[in-house]
């Protein structure tokens, strides 16, 4: 069997998420992940000064950079820009709805959830989307239009996934 060394930074991560999906967020403490982690606080803390927000801001951005790598294999046979979005729009929802994650969070820390989806989260969510969706858009628009058209396909898909529709699947 062939193992692959990961660094500390990544094993704090995965650490993170085992614990996160344990306990939740709200329960959660640093020591805890440093002792999943095989780590001691001062690690943690050297690798994601700032302590718990640091280290779970991290988390929320290799996800989300996981989320449109997944993303990007949706996409490789795309025509036009209409499969595009469908074929986007498709595999956000699905996912979406697949992440025991985000569904255990949202039942049982809703707030927190809401917030990383909305209010709190939707800017993070509208750069990393920008940042990996907006260049495959260039065969189809125009930068500015495709940064737009990105925008807006991310909100429908999370105002669908929040509220989903008994007229659209």
């Not at 595999?91 to 994650?101: G, L, P, S, V």
């Not at 985000?102 to 990383?116: N, Q």
């Not at 709190?120 to 239009?145: H, K, M, N």
Request: glycine residues 4%; hydrophobic residues 45%; aromatic residues 8%.
């Amino acid at each position: 069997m062939v193992t692959v060394d990961t660094s500390p930074e990544e094993r704090i991560l995965d650490a993170a998420r085992r614990c996160v999906d344990r306990w939740g967020l709200a329960k959660l403490t640093i020591d805890d992940v440093a002792v999943e982690a095989g780590v001691s606080r001062a690690t943690l803390y050297r690798l994601f000064p700032g302590g718990k927000d640091v280290l779970f801001d991290a988390l929320r951005v290799r996800e989300l950079s996981e989320f449109f790598q997944g993303m990007r294999t949706s996409i490789v046979d795309v025509d036009t820009l209409l499969d595009f979005a469908v074929h986007v729009s498709v595999y956000a929802t699905r996912e979406m709805r697949n992440d025991e994650h985000l569904a255990m969070m949202l039942a049982t820390e809703e707030g927190s959830a809401l917030k990383s989806l909305t209010v709190e989260g939707l800017p993070r969510i509208l750069q990393v989307a920008s940042e990996f969706i907006t260049p495959l858009v260039g065969d189809y628009l125009e930068r500015d239009e495709a940064e737009v058209f990105v925008e807006l396909v991310t909100r429908l898909v999370i105002s669908h996934f929040l509220a989903p529709s008994v007229h659209f699947d």
